[in-house]
């Protein structure tokens, strides 16, 4: 059985960020995407369908870019899939500590739980951020 990372997203936000995530941590055959809705006939249900049958025997994480969206809910209807892991919310952080760790865990479910919590300081409101550091240092 394989580990595999899905990135999913709508439009080009998947293959996208698989570019930069390829540029820090270098290639991986073990990461598909999927960019939907780029032609007017484009069946999601389908796609998805035919990707969790290649993938039957492997353990899949499937990470989508909103929670809630069309993408995010098809997936939701494999949720009860043994060895399927479904996380929302995509971004650079998350996938550098997940691909870096796939490899390497016991655990999928404890990996991922890390990974969100490692990536989650990341996103900021640098403004905000800056603001509270200067008054800290000025006091």
Known sequence: MERKLILASHGNF???ILSSLELICGK??????IDTY????????????VLM?????????????????SINNEFLN???????????GMNLPL???LMT????????PEMIKKALGNSTPTIQFCNETI??????EEF
């Open 131 to 136: 603001q509270n550091e200067t008054e800290e």
């Open 28 to 33: 991986n055959d073990k990461i598909t995407t």
């Open 14 to 16: 998947a293959s996208g």
């Open 78 to 88: 494999y949720i009860h899939t043994p060895n399927f892991y479904l996380v929302a």
């Open 53 to 69: 049958d290649v993938n039957k025997e492997n353990e899949l994480i499937v990470v989508t870019d909103i929670f809630g969206g």
């Open 95 to 97: 996938l550098i500590e």
């Open 101 to 108: 760790q796939l490899e390497f865990v016991d655990s999928i």
């Open 38 to 49: 780029m032609t007017a006939d484009y069946n999601l249900s389908e796609e998805i369908k």
